[in-house]
DNA sequence: TTCGGTATGTCAATCGTACGTCACAAAGTT
DNA sequence: AACTTTGTGACGTACGATTGACATACCGAA
C-alpha cells in the first residue's frame, strides 16, 4: 500500500487507532506484544507517520531553516554541509536557503520558513533590516553578523585573525602589509579582521594599505583589479579577507613574475578543507568549521527546546593559523 | 500577534474567516472592497498562511527533497544552488540532504523525505537498491545514475566527454594516455566516461592505461597514490574524470618537477564556475551545470503536477570542452 | 469475592485551513 | 412586481494524527 495511515496500520495489527497513536509516542500503558504487533504492521506497510499532520498538532515541525548566500562558495558549502549533518543526526531537516545577497529573496524565505513552521531558524546572510529579523519571532542564530540584541551571533575570533595574519606577515619579513577587504561593511564581525589587521599595523609602526575586492565582483574583474595593483606597488606582503581572493593573487603574482614568498609573501582567510587540499601553500587563517557549526546548532536547538534559555549575545571560537609556504620568510 | 492565523485575519478585517481563505485563494467571488480589507488586515497582522495546515488538505506541501552526497564539492555545491534557485523561483523549497555515500543515511533520509510529504525528489546520490526507490512511491529524478526503469536519469553525454577529453590530448600530441577514474562503477552514466576513453584510445591503436583514484580516498593519498604513478611511469597525457583529481595531478607534477603541458597533459572533468575561475589553466570537460538544474526541475514539476505525463529514461545534455593551458599542444 | 493495577478500546475534540453547499441580499432584467 | 444574476458570507465537513476522558476487560493479590 502506498501512503498507508496510521488507522491502516491498527487495522493490519488488530489493534485501534488509538493503540497505534499510543505505540509511535509511547504513551500510556502498552503491552510489549501489543508493541511488537504493531512496529511489525508498521513495518510491514512501511508505515511513516505523517509528519504533516503531526506538527498542526503544535507538535514540532524538526525544520530548521539554513539561510546562506551561497552554497557554492566552499566556505559555505562546508559549513553548510557541517549544519546539515549536525541537524540531521539529531533528527532535524535543513531547509535550505540560498539568498545570493539578494534582499528581496531572503525576504521572501524569511515569510516561506514561517509559512512552513520551522523550528527555527541558522541565518549567515543577512541584508534585511534588524526589523524583519525581530518579527520572525522565532529561534534564530545568526553566523558573523550583527542582526539585533536579541539574536545571538556566532563567530570565530576575526579580530585575531586579523592581528595573527598581519603579525606573520611581519615576521617573515613583510613591511608593506596590504589588506584586501572583501566587503566594506563597519561593525560586522567580519570587519574585525580589518581592524585586527590595523591595531597591528600601527603596533608596528606601519602603514595600513587597505583595498575593497567586493566579493560580488566577477573573478576576471578582480583578477585586474589586483594585478593592477601588484604591477605598480611594491607590496611584499597581502592579507586577504578570504582564501578565493588569495588564489587569485597568487596566480596573478605568478603571472608577473613575482615570486611568492620571496618577494610577495601572502595570507588567506577561511581555511576550508578544500583549500586545505588542493591549495596546501597557501598559509591561511582557519576558522572552525565544524565547531562553528556544532554550535550554531547546539544554540539553536537550545532556543527551539526552551525559548527562555538565556544564551549570550556573541559566541566567539578561536582561529588558527595555518602557516604554509606563501608565507613562509625567506633566508 | 506573533503568528496569527486566519480566524485572526478575519476579526481584523470584519469578515468571516471563509472570506479571508476565498481572498487568498481567489475562489469565489469577491468584491475588490472585501480584498482589500482582507489584504491590509494581513499585511497589519503579518499574516503567513500556515502551509502546514494546506498541505494536510491534499495539497502539495511545495517542498522538494535533494539528495546529494555532498554539496562541501563545489561540483554538487554549485549544482545543488542552481537546483534551488530554479525550485524557488516556481514556488518550491528545498530540503536539502547530504547522503555522505551513507547507505543508511540515504534511507533515513528517504523515509524522513516520505513523512515529510514532499511533493518529489531529486537524487544524485544512490547507494540504496532499487527496489527501496521504488517503493517510494513520489516523483523521482535521478542525477547521473541509473534507479530504476520508471525513474528518468538526466546526465550529460559522459560518453562523448570520455571521447572529446581522449582526443583532446591525441591532438595535442599524448600518446601515453591515463584514465584516472574517481569511481569503478560499470553501467552508471558515469563510467561511459571511460567507455569513451576506452574506444578513442583503440580508435587511435593505442594502449589503455586505467587508474581508480576512489574518490572517498583521502587527498593526501590520492595526492601519494598520483605522485607514485607520476614517478615511475612514463606519461604524457591523463584524462582524469573529475577537475579535483586533475589539480591533485598538476600539483604533483609541478613538485616533481613534470612540466604541462610540455612534458604532460592534463584533463579534468566537470567546468563548475569555480574551477573555470580559480584554475584558468585547467583544460576540462564542462557539464552543462545549469542545464542540468534546469532538466531536473523542469522533469520533477511535470511529475508533480501531472503524475501520467510520460518522459523519457535518459536525457543527455551536450558537454563542452574548455581548452586551456594544460593540454596545449607544445611546439 | 473484591480491589487495584494494567491493558486496550471507544468517542470526541482539536490543530489551521480548504472548499463545496446553501442561503440570502443587492442589483439588474423583463 | 416577479424573476434572474451575481456577490457575499455562514456552515459543515475533511485532512491525519494526537490526546484526554471514559469504559471495559483482564490479571493476580488480598
Same mark, same amino acid.
Given at each position: 500500500m502506498l501512503r498507508p495511515k496510521l488507522i491502516d496500520v491498527a487495522r493490519e495489527a488488530g489493534v485501534s487507532p488509538t493503540t497505534v497513536s499510543r505505540v509511535i509516542n509511547n504513551h500510556g500503558y502498552l503491552s510489549e506484544e501489543t508493541k511488537n504487533k504493531v512496529f511489525q504492521a508498521m513495518k510491514r506497510l512501511n508505515y511513516q507517520p505523517n509528519s504533516i499532520a503531526r506538527s498542526l498538532h503544535g507538535k514540532k515541525t524538526q525544520l530548521i531553516g539554513v539561510i546562506f548566500s551561497s552554497v557554492s562558495n566552499p566556505f559555505f558549502g562546508e559549513l553548510v554541509e557541517k549544519i546539515e549533518n549536525k541537524l540531521f543526526k539529531l533528527g532535524y531537516k535543513t531547509i535550505l536557503c540560498n539568498s545570493a545577497d539578494n534582499k528581496e529573496k531572503e525576504r521572501v524565505y524569511l515569510n516561506m520558513l514561517i509559512a512552513n513552521q520551522v523550528d527555527g531558524i541558522i541565518a *549567515?546572510?543577512? /541584508?534585511? *533590516?534588524?526589523k524583519e529579523y525581530e518579527k520572525v519571532g522565532l529561534p534564530i542564530i545568526s553566523f558573523d553578523r550583527y542582526l539585533s540584541s536579541t539574536i545571538p551571533i556566532v563567530s570565530s575570533d576575526n579580530y585575531a585573525g586579523g592581528v595573527l595574519a598581519t603579525q606573520e606577515l611581519y615576521q617573515s619579513g613583510a613591511r608593506k602589509i596590504y589588506f584586501f577587504a572583501s566587503s566594506h561593511t563597519p /561593525?560586522? #564581525?567580519?570587519d574585525k579582521r580589518r581592524v585586527g589587521y590595523l591595531d597591528t599595523i600601527k603596533k608596528l609602526q606601519l602603514e595600513a594599505h587597505e583595498k575593497v575586492i567586493a566579493s560580488a565582483t566577477p573573478s576576471s574583474v578582480k583578477a585586474l583589479m589586483i594585478r593592477q595593483i601588484l604591477s605598480t606597488e611594491q607590496i611584499d606582503g597581502i592579507f586577504c579577507s578570504d582564501d578565493l581572493t588569495a588564489l587569485i593573487v597568487l596566480r596573478q603574482a605568478k603571472e608577473l613574475g613575482?615570486?611568492? #614568498?620571496?618577494d610577495l609573501k601572502v595570507i588567506g582567510y577561511d581555511g576550508t578543507q578544500f583549500i586545505q587540499k588542493y591549495h596546501p601553500e597557501l598559509t591561511t587563517i582557519a576558522q572552525p568549521i565544524n565547531d562553528m557549526a556544532e554550535l550554531l546548532v547546539e544554540l539553536l536547538l537550545k532556543r527551539v527546546t526552551d525559548e527562555q534559555s538565556e544564551l549570550k549575545e556573541h559566541y566567539v571560537l578561536p582561529v588558527k593559523l595555518i602557516r604554509n609556504q606563501s608565507s613562509l620568510q625567506f633566508i
Open positions: *549567515g546572510a543577512h /541584508n534585511l *533590516g534588524i /561593525n560586522s #564581525p567580519t613575482i615570486r611568492v #614568498p620571496q
